[in-house]
């Protein structure tokens, strides 16, 4: 089982991108997995969450911009970057091993998202102004 994310970059502000993550072993069916970003001297920041049934959330700094999805029979794991910002720059991780009930598989402002277990090596996304 590994973690394998791809597709990072440099754009302009206002270009696009998109991620992908191999997920061998991870994309089965009853999964929740996500993305998640982090910049030297911050926290880390979770981006996007997908859930068994591909329902996605997201942060609010990138909701309306950024789409997450996955193609199970793939294997694989998207989220597709429109409107880059600066703020933007990082290194995005692809994330497996939830560590909280499906339920709680979700960015929402009623809890705490639980935390996941395995990580990729990341990709860097660079966004110029």
């Known amino acids: 089982d590994q973690l394998v994310e791809s597709g990072g970059g440099s754009v302009q502000t206002g270009g696009s991108l998109r991620l992908s993550c191999a997920a061998s072993?991870?994309?089965?069916?009853?999964?929740?997995m996500g993305w998640v970003r982090q910049t030297p001297g911050k926290e880390r920041e979770r981006v996007s969450l997908?859930?068994?049934?591909?329902?996605?959330t997201y942060a609010d700094s990138v909701k309306g911009r950024f789409t997450a999805s996955k193609d199970i029979g793939k294997n694989t794991l998207y989220l597709q970057m429109n409107t880059l910002k600066p703020e933007d720059t990082a290194i995005y991780y692809c994330?497996?091993?939830?560590?909280?009930?499906?339920?709680?598989?979700?960015?929402?402002?009623?809890?705490?998202?639980?935390?996941?277990?395995?990580w990729g090596q990341g990709t860097q996304v660079t966004v110029s102004a």
């Open positions: 072993g991870y994309t089965g069916r009853g999964t929740c």
């Open positions: 994330a497996a091993g939830f560590q909280g009930p499906l339920s709680r598989c979700a960015i929402s402002p009623a809890f705490p998202t639980p935390d996941f277990n395995f």
């Open positions: 997908i859930g068994p049934d591909g329902t996605a």
